[in-house]
């Protein structure tokens, strides 16, 4: 599951071996840019007409992010849920109209489970399984089992977002070197200009002025880029010194 450190690559595999032995689909989403946004779900589904329509549902009627069940309540509380049987009296509540009724009873849902994706008391997003065989209603060891399962792609989504940021450290830290170097060069500019001036023996006014501006100018614009560049650094750095410690610990734990 840590071979890839493209989360979502990890997590579509996650989804897909739960099928169809735990689920006949699985929805995870995961918190992105801290944004508990329920927008770009990773959906697999044992048969494609439900993955069809729940890409339906998702983009045509989403569960709200204030929503006290589901998906939203299990990100909120860090607990799990667990829906042993699904009535279709519970479906017609979360229904706001009769289409968006139709599409939840078209998945024939009989039971289903949300887990909480944590690290460290650290909320990443949530997992849902469903099942849709009348045969198959979820239990407390199918809870434990999914428990399980979303511990270990929480530790690879950790793994990988601390990839991602240290990558990105890295990143800021070759551009910053690159604009320093640059701006170490640019008062020999300055100089060169007025060596030129010397040799041409140009000792107009307009000559004079000109250099003068150029190097006054050159001067603003270096202490600007400084200025705006040496904070960011700063703080990539810190980033990612704590990248690094996190990293540590997570090796260690």
């Known amino acids: 599951m840590v071979s890839s450190l493209d989360y979502r690559t990890t997590l579509t595999s996650v989804a ?16 992105e840019n801290n944004l508990a946004v329920f927008s770009n779900p990773v959906i697999a589904a044992s048969e494609p007409t439900k993955e069809a329509l729940l890409r ?28 042993i049987n699904i009535l279709e009296s519970s479906l017609q509540k979360k229904a706001s109209n009769k289409e968006h009724l139709n599409l939840l009873c078209q998945l024939q ?8 994706l944590l690290v460290h008391k650290r909320k990443l997003g949530t997992i849902l399984f469903a099942s849709a065989q009348p045969g198959r209603h979820y239990t407390i060891a199918d809870l434990e089992m999914a428990e399980e399962l979303a511990q270990r792609a929480a530790f690879a989504i950790e793994n990988s977002q601390l990839y991602q940021q240290a990558q990105e450290a890295n990143r800021i830290k070759e551009e910053f070197l690159a604009i320093v170097s640059h701006e170490l060069r640019t008062p020999l500019n300055s100089i ?11 000792w107009d006014e307009a000559t004079i002025y000109s250099c003068s501006t150029n190097a006054i100018c050159e001067r603003r614009r270096t202490q600007a880029s400084s200025a705006s560049w040496i904070p960011s650094a700063s703080i990539q750095a810190n980033r990612a010194r704590k990248v690094g410690e996190s990293g540590s610990e997570s090796c260690q734990r």
């Open 16 to 31: 897909q071996l739960a099928l169809p032995t735990l689920a006949d689909w699985c929805i995870v989403d995961v918190v």
């Open 56 to 83: 339906e549902l998702q983009q045509h009627y989403p569960i709200p992010v204030d929503a006290d069940y589901g998906p939203p309540k299990v990100l909120r509380t860090g607990k799990p849920e667990l829906l």
């Open 109 to 116: 849902i009989k039971s289903q489970m949300v887990v909480p």
């Open 192 to 202: 060169l200009g007025w060596v030129q001036v010397i040799r041409n023996r140009k």
